[in-house]
């Protein structure tokens, strides 16, 4: 990360943890105070990015993933019955897969 990406992000940190909105402004006004040189776009584009959106939540859900949705449980019963027929086509896929490695020669041959 650049210094400007860096000093930007800091600012939005700042101005979230204040309970600010994040306005390309006042992004400014704080890398000014810190005496860093930024080009305007990077704090326009912070702005843009996360306008609208809490930022205190973006960094407490940084490692959740998004999850699976759950079955539903009327599919339960349904599910059951699917999975012998899914557990045959997955052996007849692992013979396939053992068969390859049988080709009449090996490494060391």
Same mark, same amino acid.
């Given at each position: 990360m650049?210094?400007? %990406?860096l ?10 943890? !204040?309970g600010? /909105? ?6 400014q006004?704080?890398?000014?105070? =810190?005496? +860093? ?15 609208? #959106?809490? +930022?205190? !939540? ?12 759950? &079955?539903?449980? =009327?599919a339960?019963g349904?599910? +059951? %019955? &699917?999975t012998?027929?899914?557990? &045959?086509?997955? #052996? #007849? /896929? %692992? %013979?396939?897969?053992?068969?390859d /490695?049988?080709?009449?020669f090996?490494?060391?041959?």
């Open positions: 650049s210094t400007a %990406e000093a930007t992000s800091y600012a939005a940190l700042i101005l979230a943890d !204040d600010v /909105e994040i306005t390309a402004d006042k992004l006004s704080l890398i000014k105070a =810190a005496n +860093v040189d930024v080009e305007p776009i990077w704090t326009t584009l912070f702005a843009k990015a996360l306008e609208g #959106k809490d +930022v205190k !939540d973006l960094l407490l859900n940084v490692g959740s993933g998004g999850g699976a949705a759950a &079955a539903p449980a =009327a339960g349904a599910a +059951v %019955e &699917a012998p027929e899914a557990a &045959a086509e997955e #052996k #007849k /896929e %692992e %013979e396939k897969e053992e068969s /490695e049988d080709m009449g090996g490494l060391f041959d």
